[in-house]
Every structure is written in structure tokens, then in C-alpha cells.
């Protein structure tokens, strides 16, 4: 979930010298230049790493997929941060930095601004890389899989769709409802790389329910909420004082009317969280559904703690990265509970559930190795 509001805007916690500077230069080379150097490496690295996709195995591509969760959940941390030290418009322009240039020189803009939104920029090609290196791993897997080349094609075409989006929310001058697409968004993909990390190890075929019927349906109920939940916080945010800028647009909303409904949505979150978790334990769920069931427990109280805090607070910036991190990690958890209560399986296969035999681990169809622990 986004930050929660406050009517009051809190000073900037930003270090005067970075405010005031020109320029950022670090042993003579200008940061926006060890910016690009750093994310060039990191795709270099990314491909070297990549060696094995030209025959991927099951354990290959679950670490993959792995990587594609924590890069679309990081940049929505990292946009957050370029949110709340008012970095939004430091690249006034898209995909120029500025009308005359690709590069952070001459914004307009203070020095560290520009850097900031600049370093969430070339980020993206890291997101992008890991996307791509998937998807060519994915084409190159045995037996063929619809399924998970449906899955690894929207990844790399959803960072594109954040790349135009981010562009859209620069040309509005950080419209709150760009800010808020471009966050959703992210958390679309998180749930679509969730479920090619869990899909991995399971065969083609239909979802079938392998815990009781109400643990799914709470689970479905979960997806839904936790949505909800995610979408009001950004409509928090757009109304609260963190929008990327000082000149950015703001909604004119009743924050006493809409941070109630926030906040309940959270509690019922809650609610359905710990009701999974009775479930789970008492119908003898599989290990996979119990420790998914009790993660998010754990991480919707922690987002509660942080939000009355920083509410309390005034909102401090690192409170409402930390918030948005939370929110990141609670929706994959949300994601990571619903897709264990549910198992592909072939059509031919025959309707058996070895949950009790294999502690509720899954095993890919045709694997040569042993299925990984979840």
C-alpha cells in the first residue's frame, strides 16, 4: 500500500549541498555518466549469468523467474524514492532527459533531482534485460510450454508499457492518475512473474483446487481486496504531499473520507489473512499454502505498524519508501498464497494430490532434476 495521508507537508530531509549543486562529478566523470557505466555493467553481467539459457533447465528457470519478481517490485520502490525527494520532473522530458539531450545537463533542475530520476531511468533496462533473458530462456526450454511463453512474453512488453507510462506521467507534469497507473501497473507484472516462478514447476494443463474449497475462495477474495487496497492507497497518495514536485497536481479529496476506506481495506486484508491462516492449519493444507497463509500475516502487520507510524510522523520520507516496499511485498504475498492453492495438471494426468507424500512440493512435467524447494 502507498502512504498514508497527512494534510501537512513535511520539510525536506534532503542534504542542502545536494539541493544547491550544479553538477554531481565524481572523479571527474559526471554522475549521470557512472550511472549509465553501472547499469551497462549490470546487463553485461545479466547476459554472462544468461549463459544457460540456451539450455535452460527447470532450476534455471526458476531463478529467473525469481529475478523478474524482485526487479518489478524494486523499481516500484525506487520510483517511490523519486517521488518523495521530489525527483519526478529532474529528466523534464521524455524519452529525452531534456529537449536538447538524453543525458541530466542542464535541467533546470537541482543536480541530485536529476540524478535521482535519471538512476530510476536507466534502471529500467536492468528490469528489461532480466525480462528478455527469461523470455529466450523460455523459448529454448523442452517440452514446450503456451503457458509460460504467454507469461515471459507480457513481462519484457509490460516494461515497455511502465517505459510509455513513465513517459505519459512526465508529460502531465506528474499527474497523480499517471503516478498512480504507473504503480499499478508494476504490481500487475509482480503478479504475473509470481506466477511463472510458481507455473515453472508444474505441467500444462487447468488449474485445479488442491486445498478446501473456502481457503481458495478466500484466496480468490484476497486477490481481489489486496487490489482494491493497493489502487485506494494510490489514490491516498495522489491527494497526500509527496507528488514527485512542487508544482505537481494533487486530487482535491476529502482525506478524512478516503483514508477510512484505505485503512479498512487493510483491516480486511487482514481479516482474510488470518482466516487463511486458520484454514490452512485446520483442514491440513500443504506446507507451501501454511507458510504463504502466515507471510502474509506477518507483512500486513508490519505494513499497519508503518502506516499509522509514518501517519503519526508526518510522513518521513524513508518511512513512506519503506511503506511502499511493504506494499510490494504483501501483494506478492498475496499472489504467492493464491497460486498455492491451486496445481496445473495435465490433461491426461490422472487426479491425484502426493501433497502428504511431498510436503506439498511441486514437480515440473518431464523435469530431468529434482523440483526445487518452494
Not at 528490469?127 to 529454448?140: H, Q
Not at 514536485?245 to 482525506?255: C, E, F, H
Request: glycine share 8%; hydrophobic share 50%; proline share 7%.
Amino acid at each position: 500500500m502507498p502512504d498514508s495521508p497527512a494534510t501537512t507537508t513535511p520539510p525536506s530531509t534532503l542534504p542542502p549541498a545536494a539541493a544547491e549543486m550544479d553538477d554531481i562529478v565524481v572523479l571527474g566523470l559526471p554522475l549521470w555518466g557512472w550511472q549509465i557505466a553501472l547499469a551497462a555493467a549490470g546487463v553485461l553481467a545479466l547476459i554472462f549469468l544468461a549463459r544457460t539459457i540456451w539450455s535452460p533447465t527447470t532450476r534455471s528457470l526458476r531463478a529467473w523467474a525469481l529475478g523478474n519478481i524482485v526487479v518489478n517490485a524494486g523499481i516500484a520502490v525506487t520510483g517511490a524514492t523519486v517521488r518523495v525527494t521530489e525527483s519526478g520532473l529532474g529528466c523534464s522530458e521524455w524519452p529525452r532527459c531534456t529537449p536538447e539531450s538524453f543525458v541530466p545537463v542542464d535541467t533546470g533542475h537541482a543536480a541530485f533531482n536529476a540524478a535521482v530520476e535519471f538512476g530510476n531511468r536507466t534502471l529500467t533496462f536492468l528490469v528489461m534485460a532480466v525480462g528478455v533473458i527469461t523470455l529466450i530462456a523460455v523459448l529454448r526450454s523442452f517440452p514446450h510450454r503456451r503457458d509460460l511463453k504467454l507469461l515471459s512474453a507480457i513481462i519484457p512488453a509490460g516494461v515497455l508499457g511502465q517505459a510509455v507510462l513513465g513517459g505519459i506521467t512526465v508529460w502531465t507534469d506528474l499527474h497523480p492518475a499517471s503516478v498512480a497507473s504507473h504503480f499499478l501497473l508494476s504490481m500487475v507484472m509482480v503478479f504475473l512473474t509470481v506466477a511463472l516462478y510458481v507455473r515453472v514447476l508444474e505441467p500444462q494443463g487447468k488449474p485445479r483446487v488442491i486445498v478446501n474449497p473456502l481457503l481458495h475462495a478466500i484466496s480468490v477474495g484476497l486477490v481481489v481486496v489486496g487490489f482494491l487496497l493497493l489502487i485506494a492507497g494510490t489514490v491516498v497518495t495522489g491527494t497526500g504531499p509527496h507528488g514527485g514536485d512542487a508544482q505537481a497536481p494533487r486530487w482535491d479529496l476529502n482525506l478524512e473520507i478516503i483514508t477510512p476506506v484505505h485503512s479498512g481495506l487493510a483491516w480486511l486484508t487482514l481479516a482474510g489473512a488470518v482466516i487463511a491462516v486458520a484454514l490452512a492449519f485446520s483442514t491440513g493444507a500443504a506446507r507451501p499454502v501454511r507458510v504463504a497463509s502466515l507471510a502474509l500475516v506477518a507483512l500486513v502487520l508490519f505494513q499497519g505498524v508503518v502506516g499509522y507510524v509514518q501517519y503519526a510522523l508526518a510522513l518521513p520520507e524513508y518511512l513512506v519508501v519503506l511503506h511502499v516496499l511493504g506494499s510490494a511485498l504483501t501483494w506478492i504475498a498475496i499472489a504467492r498464497l493464491y497460486f498455492s492453492t491451486t496445481r496445473l495438471e495435465a490433461p491426461a494426468a490422472p487426479v491425484t494430490d502426493h501433497s502428504a507424500e511431498h510436503g506439498g512440493e511441486r514437480s515440473p512435467a518431464g523435469a530431468a532434476e529434482p523440483a526445487p524447494e518452494r
